[in-house]
């Protein structure tokens, strides 16, 4: 009579444990983020011309982007010729590039950045890509 009682013990902390763990299993798997079904590569975004406007002295950074799809919205850092020291306070812009294709192989368009001292050469750089969401 002894083995058929443990045999019901057994079977009911199986079911107790399936109680439990069952629905913190299913939270787990709920609550972890999905992942996107196929990661477009990013673009190659980069500043093919800096100069001071004439008129504002503001300086002007023209940005193009090469491959990648969807839109993007681009950090680009206005500062002069020499490095910048790594706390150093630094103008930055954002600009938004829509709506990249497989058709449109290319996207251009201007950040704007501060107002510039007359004796001195900006230096325009890309800082950071960002993916737009959908």
């Keep these: 009579m002894a083995l058929k009682w443990q045999g019901w013990v057994v079977g009911l902390v199986v ?28 673009p190659e975004v980069r500043v093919t011309g800096c100069r001071v406007d004439p008129q504002s002295r503001r300086v002007l950074a023209v940005v193009e982007a090469r ?29 938004r590039l829509p709506g990249l294709t497989p058709g449109t192989p290319a996207a251009r368009t201007e950040a704007l950045g501060p107002v510039w001292a007359p004796a001195t050469v900006p230096w325009c750089g ?9």
């Design 126 to 134: 890309v800082v950071r890509v960002a993916g737009e969401p959908g």
């Design 67 to 95: 491959g990648g799809q969807g839109s993007y919205v681009v950090t680009v850092e206005f500062r002069d010729r020499r490095p910048s020291a790594p706390d150093a306070r630094t103008s930055q812009s954002l600009v």
């Design 15 to 42: 079911l107790a444990g399936l109680l439990v763990f069952a629905p913190l299993g299913l939270y787990v798997w709920a609550s972890s983020p999905g992942r996107p079904a196929s990661a477009a590569p990013p």
